[in-house]
């Protein structure tokens, strides 16, 4: 069952992480990867998820990877596992959501990912209310929150009601009330630089991003569509390593923290940005661009699902 869809290419486009077994892969997240491997025992499907570093090394094995690495656990069918494959925090799953169940209370798990050292839980039933635990499963913010966002270094965007009217405000990791957002900012997340994107309802539909540290209101001039505002939440809207990407009347491009055009909006497709690569699709053609000083080249890879391809850290 030879095939080459799936594989890892370095910085100069070469393949340096190949199994003929590959039938899909997952981006390198804190030095570390997993790929799915199907292999034909007579009649028999075998399915293994395999972890490896960035030397293509397997470290261990597991039935099935929900979510990367993340502060040091990956989060599998059966449990959280540390680098060495140790399950640290057994979980039950089925059909995409995961339990747990802490002192006779039965917790739904939102994100499959710790942030910070925390993750967001859920107490179960129609009014759960979201909260957080730590890396032993230990309940450190009390679920109180009606809707929560996951932690960005120490600040995480929670949703409660007063007088039938929805707040949004900014937490620390303690759990404390720092202050309430403005009524123009949407609960959505905190990016890599500290900002919360937002649509400024004006003529121009300005696209803004509230500065969380600083307690500010950061406008730039790029017009932006709400309802590509919308799209973007599946493709992460916000900075990522220093760029955002964007889509403009159906194109994608990326922007720097100046806010200013690195790629223009002409792709179909755009990944996140990942050691200055990342992945675009160009009608039928991918391309990887080099971003350096904002000076770019292309190279013209395999065309054969590349965009399920990460860039080696």
Not at 55 to 67: M, Q, S, Y
Not at 123 to 137: H, P, R
Not at 166 to 189: C, M, Q
Not at 227 to 232: A, E, G, L, Q, V
Request: hydrophobic share 35%.
């Amino acid at each position: 069952m030879k095939t080459d869809l799936y594989y890892y290419i370095n910085t100069q486009g070469e393949k340096v992480i190949l199994d003929e077994h590959m039938s899909s892969n997952d981006r390198f997240s804190e030095g570390k990867a997993s790929y799915h491997r199907v292999q034909k025992e007579g009649r028999k499907t075998i399915r293994e998820d395999v972890i490896i570093d960035i030397k293509g090394n397997i470290l261990f094995e597991t039935p099935r990877v929900l979510a990367p690495f993340s502060d040091g656990l990956i989060c599998c069918e059966e449990g959280y596992r540390n680098e060495k494959g140790d399950i640290v925090l057994p979980i039950t799953w089925k059909a995409n959501y995961t339990k747990y169940k802490l002192n006779d209370t039965t917790y739904i798990d939102l994100s499959w990912r710790f942030f910070n050292g925390l993750k967001r839980v859920a107490t179960s039933g129609k009014n759960g209310v979201n909260g957080f635990i730590n890396q032993s499963g230990e309940i450190v913010i009390e679920p109180q929150h009606g809707k929560a966002t996951d932690f960005f270094g120490d600040y995480a965007i929670v949703e409660n009601y007063k007088s039938k009217n929805p707040i949004t405000s900014i937490i620390n990791n303690k759990g404390e009330l720092l202050y309430d957002l403005p009524d123009f900012v949407p609960l959505y997340h905190i990016d890599h630089q500290g900002f919360i994107p937002y649509i400024l309802r004006n003529k121009k539909n300005q696209l803004c991003f509230w500065d969380v540290t600083n307690q500010k209101s950061v406008e730039t001039d790029i017009s932006y569509d709400i309802t590509n505002f919308h799209k973007s939440h599946s493709k992460y809207l916000g900075f990522y390593n220093g760029y955002c990407q964007l889509c403009i009347k159906g194109k994608w491009g990326l922007i720097d923290t100046d806010f200013n055009w690195v790629i223009e909006p002409k792709f179909k497709e755009i990944g996140l940005m990942s050691k200055g690569l990342i992945a675009v699709r160009k009608k039928m053609r991918m391309a990887m661009q080099i971003v350096k000083e904002k000076l770019l080249s292309i190279l013209n890879i395999d065309r054969h699902l590349c965009f399920q391809m990460v860039w080696l850290p």
